[in-house]
Each structure stands twice: as structure tokens, then as C-alpha cells.
């Protein structure tokens, strides 16, 4: 017995990823990479003072044969569910994921339960719950509000009625209560989105019925408890959305047509006064303009393509007014309605196949295909989408996340998007599909999204950049104001630190590295001296606080000497100041002194600096640093950031070995790099390789993953050839 429209294992798993949001604090990443002090604070001697200056040792060189990270994976144990299909699962913040509602997808029952699952121990509980408890249904939504509250909306009951109540639920007491809700009830859905935003419960799209998708936008005021009026955006179901940068985004689900939509869309929110939303007057289009932007990361949405047509079996706004009136039309939100459409690229997920999650992340959006009956471990992958950017990246390739034989059902993020949860079940442990259990959530696998570069937030609720680009401002601001500036100009500077001169090049050895504290002649060339202040390079550096505290040579002479290019040094003092690597015109600009600083961050034990580096290093791979990010990343033992620079370099090895990055690496490192090519893989040139650049264009059509990357990967000319079938190439025309 079908309960809403046609799901199978191709469908996108939306109401967790909505839902998932708390106030938690993750603790500090531990890092594999070896992270080396001098050792100079252990030596109880002083050294009498004198007009010598410290000299720091240069960055080691640690060896590469890391173990790789792949998230694990937990059994879980006690009220295990099983069969649930369509509950809500959401984080809550102190390690707990919460499950409601939801089907039997074997006896078709609905459930009104309430199931916490511990992280910690790992144990599933069936929570004993007290006051207005709501009803059965599936397919709602339920949203973390303040910290400690579920608020969950519609959904579908067992007698097929679509519903439009809703319900509170107190975590830390258990109890349920349903205010009183006063203005115009939206109608009763399941399957939509919600997201909460500066107090209002944003309720976008759904399906109301076999066939009858939704394509309206509401919220609920939860400080008066009043509905909004209706306005019309965009047909959905299934979808996520978020709040970001002020504007509402959704992305994901099926439309009209019952097919996956590559489109993104977004809703100004700024200076709308009519959505309610206390902002900071912006420029919005005259309502009902429909902005469409194109982009050269695969994005391509030019002014002929059409607004995507809403479906043809329900009036507009039929169920919101007395009057039937057939001509009459939603009215469009007060703020600019912007699409973009992805038709293909190398990083833009296949979001025709397999069994989909999305997920926002503090200015990303994850997109994660999982193993299905049609997808294999292999063809799956975790790809994200920088919001600032509009540009696709992959991650994770889907051997590097996934052990085959397990299936995944229901995924959750934390509200620092630090971690991402999924549930689901081993297909080969005591488990058989026919006995009704094969949608049990026995088992946990945890992601922990910072080994893959991002960020996350430690403020939630800010919506902020999430790759550290945005200026400078506050305490920071003053602090660089006086950074590198002479003590006779009033900046209180106190101390002196100097590097290599920019024209000097060291030779460093990849076998042994200087540990042991030596000292800098007076007369040695140095670069131009970096004034800086003593308080500030304790309380930010913890390395120079040991040293300093012991009272060493650089303790009586005020300067210090670091060997490292004098660009590096430079910006690695200006992250002190400011807390931030984001791009200056002065300081941080070079991607090459960032990969610099991602040395001296793993030498100096700096997590936070080191997780900045190799989230902007990823971000802004090219041909010219691509060598020496690949370089520094094996260094630091960086593994993520490693692999990801070897395959731009095999994708781009024409042009990378002819740049002065490439030409500057050490005998061991271009042997070392050389090698990560594939052993079968070829040269070729002349007519076949006009041919196989012809055929690895991007323009496959934005159904199907493109083939990238095959002379590296065994496959040779003949083999391009026999996969395509005359002119055509996936619907391309070769002319």
C-alpha cells in the first residue's frame, strides 16, 4: 500500500538534513600529522644575554606513508528501530540524535514514538513522553529551536490526511504542548522543508497528494504564533533548505515532473519587510522578477530557460481561500528569487542515480550519494557546494567513506557542522530483507567533515563565510592596525622577529630535519625586521610561550629568528594578530605563503591555523601551486589535501611540470610525485590526443557522471573510442 508518491531507493533523504541544527560545541580535532616543538623550553639553562638572536628550526620533513582517515562505523544497541520509513531525525546538542514519527514500510503502521539515541554509548531508548502528544504521522518535519525544542509540522497520518498542525516538544522534559496558533493555516502537507530563522518557522514546498506538489512559501511567527500569508516559489518535495547570507536557499527533492532537479534556488531576505525579517535595508528586484545566473564551474542557466513549470493538476492557492477562482495566482515573495541550474562538471554530483543526503554546513552545502541496489561503493562520493562561490568540489571519493554490504537510511549533521551522522544497516550480519528489517538503524557511521577541509562554525547561529573570506573587523581590526609598524610610530611594538630573505633558497632535506636550537650570527642576512608585540605572540602562540617563559636568548635580545621565506613568516604573524588567512592585498595573498603556513602550523601544533590552510589551499588549487600544495601537504602529512593536489596534477600534468612550483621541488619529491601516476597510463599525442580532448569536455549532459582523468587510469585510446557510438557522446554532437 503506497502512502505518497513513487520512493524508492533513488530518492532524496531531506527531513533529517532540514532538521539538524543545535547549539554544540565540538572539541578540538586531534590531528594525525606530527606536530614538532624545538625543545628549546626544556633546557634548564639560560644563556647569558647577549647580542645573538634564536633561531628557530627549520620545518621537518615527516614522513608520508600516514594512514589515511576513513570513518568508522558503530553497531548500536537497545529499542533499535526498524522498518522506520519517512520519521524525523534530528541532532540534538549533548551527543543525542532524536527520531520521531514515521512508518512500517512491511505493516504499513504509523508511529507517534519518540527514540533518542545515545552517541556516546550508543544505545537506543524509547522515550516515555507526557502532555498534548501528537498524533501518527510521517513525513513531517521536525526543527531544533532554542537549543531544546522540537518543533515539528504536518505530515500524513495513517488515513492519508495531510496535516498542518503544530506540536512542541521540550527535550529535556519530555513533554509535548501545541500553542495556539492564530492567521491562515497553510495546507496540510508532507515531505516539505522547514527551516528556523530569527524566531519564524519557515515551511516551504511538500506534496498534498499523489501528484500534488506544493510550490508555496509560509512561515510561522513562534514569538506571536501567527502564520504568514502564502506566497509562491518554487514546486518541491523532498528538498532541504537553509538559511545563509540572508537569503533562503533550497535545494535537492523532485519536481512536478518526478525527476531529481539540479537547480538551486535562493530568496532574498534582506530589507523584506513583508517576510518580517529585521535586516539591514538591501536591493531587491521589483516583485516577481526572476533573476538567472550563469557559471563557468558547469552552471549554466541562460535568460531562454524557462521558470520550471508547476504542476497542472490543482489550482493555485486552491486551498488557502473561499473564492475558486482558477485564474487567481499566489503572489510572489517581496524579495529577489534568484536559480541557478548545474547541467554538468567534473565535481557536480550525478543526481540521477543512487540513494541521495544533503546537508547545510555554515556556507556549504554537502551532498553525499550512499550505496544503494543500483550503486555501488565506487560510484558513490561526498561533494560540497561553496556558497560564496557557487562551486562544486569533491571531497570523498565513495572508497574512501564506505564499506560495501551496508545500507543508509537516514543522515543528521551537527549544529557546528563539524560532524555528519548516517544510519542504516549491515546487509550481511544476521540481517535478511524479506524479514521486514531492512530499513533498521543498527548501525552509526560518523564523518567528521574536518579532515575533508571544512571549517564548520563554533557560532551556529552567525551566518558568516564559512571559509574565512570575510574582512577583518572588531578587535581584529585594531590589532592589525599597529602590526609591523616601528615602535617610533607609536604601535607599542616591542619585539622583533626576522626570516629568510625572499631570494635566499633553502635546500631541505626529506630525511632529516634541525631540531636542536641554534644560534644566528649578528651579521647573518636576514630579511627586514617584523615588529611585533611580546603579550600578543604569547597569549596566540603557545610555542613562543614556552620559549619565552624559559628565558632564552630571545627573552634578553628582543628579536628572534625564523627560517622560513620571509612572505610566510610575515602572514603567519599577521594570523596571529587578526585570526584570520583570509586573502589581504599585503599579507596571506600568495596561496604558495599558505602553504607556508600550513608547515609552521604543523610544527608549531596550531590545529585551528592548520585546518584554515588546508580548507583555503583546497579551495584555490591551480596549475601554478598545485606541485608545491601537494608538496607541503605530504609534508605536514596531510592526507586529504595530498591526494586531492596529486589528481589536479595528473589532470593538469602538461601544464604543472612546466611551472616554476613543480621545477623547485626536491629530486625525492618530483620522484615521489612522478610515481602517483597510474602504471599503465600513457602518453599520447597528435591526432589521438585532439581526439580524447574532444571527448573529455565536460558537456556530457547533466544526467551522468563525466569520464575524467582516463589515460591516468589504465584505459587507453581504443578503449575512449569503442564506448561512444558514432557522433554522439552522451547526447553531445561532435561536429
Known amino acids: 500500500m503506497a502512502r505518497q508518491p513513487p520512493s524508492n531507493n533513488t530518492s532524496t533523504t531531506s527531513l533529517a538534513s532540514t532538521s539538524a541544527f543545535s547549539h554544540f560545541h565540538e ?3 586531534s590531528w ?13 639553562r639560560t644563556p647569558p644575554a647577549q647580542n645573538y638572536a634564536y633561531l628557530m628550526p627549520t620545518s621537518p620533513s615527516t614522513r608520508r606513508e600516514s594512514v589515511g582517515y576513513r570513518p568508522s562505523i558503530k553497531k548500536t544497541h537497545g529499542n533499535v528501530p526498524a522498518c522506520l520509513v519517512n520519521a524525523s531525525v534530528t541532532y540534538y546538542g549533548d551527543d543525542q540524535i532524536y527520531a520521531f514519527g514515521g512508518f512500517d514500510q512491511f505493516t504499513d503502521e504509523v508511529y507517534n514514538h519518540v527514540l533518542k539515541l545515545d552517541l556516546k554509548s550508543l544505545v537506543w531508548e524509547l522515550v516515555d513522553n507526557y502532555g498534548d502528544i501528537p498524533g501518527v504521522r510521517m513525513g513531517h518535519t521536525a526543527t531544533l529551536y532554542q537549543g531544546d525544542k522540537l518543533v515539528v509540522f504536518g505530515g500524513e497520518n495513517e488515513h492519508r490526511e495531510y496535516l498542518s498542525d503544530v506540536i512542541i516538544l521540550d527535550i529535556p522534559s519530555a513533554t509535548w504542548t501545541q500553542p495556539d496558533v492564530r492567521g491562515p493555516t497553510p495546507r496540510g502537507r508532507a515531505r516539505h522543508a522547514a527551516v528556523i530563522y530569527e524566531d519564524k518557522l519557515f515551511i516551504i514546498g511538500g506534496v498534498t497528494g499523489e501528484n500534488n506538489i506544493l510550490d508555496d512559501l509560509t512561515y510561522l511567527d513562534l514569538k506571536t504564533w501567527t502564520w504568514s500569508r502564502t506566497w509562491s516559489f518554487t514546486a518541491r518535495f523532498d528538498h532541504t533548505a537553509w538559511v545563509w547570507g540572508e537569503r533562503l536557499w533550497i535545494f535537492g527533492g523532485l519536481g512536478p515532473d518526478m525527476e531529481r532537479t539540479t537547480d538551486i534556488w535562493w530568496l532574498d531576505l534582506k530589507g523584506t519587510s513583508s517576510l518580517g525579517i529585521s535586516t539591514s535595508q538591501g536591493i531587491v528586484d521589483s516583485p516577481g522578477s526572476i533573476n538567472r545566473i550563469a557559471h563557468s564551474s558547469g552552471a549554466i542557466y541562460g535568460s531562454s530557460q524557462q521558470h520550471p513549470r508547476r504542476s497542472d493538476s490543482y489550482a493555485a492557492n486552491s486551498g488557502s481561500v473561499q473564492v475558486r477562482n482558477l485564474a487567481r495566482r499566489r503572489p510572489v515573495p517581496p524579495g529577489a528569487i534568484s536559480c541557478l541550474r548545474f547541467q554538468s562538471g567534473p565535481h557536480v554530483p550525478a543526481l540521477f542515480s543512487g540513494t541521495h543526503f544533503q546537508a547545510y554546513a555554515c556556507g556549504v552545502l554537502l551532498d553525499l550519494i550512499t550505496p544503494s541496489e543500483t550503486v555501488r ?9 561553496q556558497l560564496d562561490s557557487l562551486r562544486w568540489q569533491r571531497l570523498a571519493d ?4 564506505f564499506k560495501p554490504g551496508y545500507r543508509w537510511h537516514y543522515c543528521t549533521i551537527n549544529a557546528s557542522g563539524t560532524k555528519v551522522w548516517l544510519l542504516g544497516r549491515n546487509l550481511e550480519v544476521g540481517s535478511n530483507p524479506a524479514a521486514g528489517d531492512e530499513n533498521q538503524m543498527g548501525e552509526v557511521l560518523c564523518i567528521d567533515l574536518e579532515k575533508y577541509g571544512l571549517l564548520g562554525s563554533a557560532n551556529p547561529d552567525q551566518s558568516r563565510l564559512a571559509f574565512d573570506q570575510q574582512p577583518i573587523s572588531g578587535l581584529g581590526t585594531d590589532l592589525a592596525s599597529v602590526f609591523d609598524q616601528p615602535p617610533e610610530s607609536g604601535s607599542g611594538a616591542d619585539f622583533i622577529v626576522t626570516a629568510n630573505r625572499e631570494d635566499e633558497e633553502m635546500e631541505l632535506s626529506e630525511t632529516s630535519s634541525q631540531t636542536q636550537p641554534v644560534f644566528l650570527p ?20 603557545p610555542h613562543f610561550k614556552r620559549l619565552y617563559s624559559a628565558q632564552m636568548a630571545e627573552y634578553h635580545s628582543q628579536k628572534m629568528h625564523i627560517p622560513e621565506p620571509y612572505s610566510v613568516v610575515r602572514a603567519f604573524l599577521y594570523y596571529l594578530y587578526t585570526d584570520s588567512i583570509a586573502g589581504h592585498p599585503e599579507y596571506c595573498s600568495d596561496v604558495i605563503d599558505v602553504a607556508g603556513m600550513l608547515v609552521m602550523a604543523n610544527l608549531y601544533d596550531m590545529p585551528k591555523l592548520r585546518l584554515l590552510c588546508v580548507n583555503r589551499l583546497s579551495r584555490e588549487l591551480d596549475v601554478e601551486n598545485a606541485a608545491i600544495v601537494w608538496e607541503r601537504a605530504g609534508r605536514t602529512n596531510e592526507e586529504w589535501l595530498m591526494r586531492r593536489a596529486a589528481q589536479f596534477c595528473l589532470t593538469h600534468w602538461g601544464r604543472v611540470v612546466r611551472t616554476d612550483g613543480f621545477k623547485s621541488l626536491s629530486r625525492q619529491s618530483l620522484i615521489e610525485l612522478c610515481e602517483v601516476v597510474d602504471m599503465e597510463g600513457r602518453v599520447i599525442a597528435g591526432p589521438e590526443l585532439e581526439m580524447v580532448g574532444t571527448l573529455a569536455t565536460d558537456g556530457f549532459g547533466m544526467g551522468r557522471e563525466p569520464r575524467r582523468h582516463r589515460l591516468t587510469l589504465g584505459s587507453t585510446v581504443a578503449d575512449d573510442l569503442d564506448d561512444y557510438d558514432g557522433d554522439e557522446v552522451d547526447g553531445m554532437e561532435i561536429s
Open 522 to 541: 649578528p651579521n647573518a642576512a636576514t630579511s627586514p625586521p617584523i615588529h611585533v608585540h611580546r603579550i600578543i605572540l604569547q597569549l596566540r602562540w
Open 32 to 44: 594525525t600529522g606530527s606536530a614538532r616543538s624545538s625543545g628549546a623550553s626544556s633546557n634548564p
Open 377 to 385: 561503493t565506487y560510484e558513490c562520493n561526498l561533494s560540497s557546494l
Open 27 to 29: 572539541d578540538p580535532p
Open 398 to 401: 565513495g572508497q574512501e567513506i
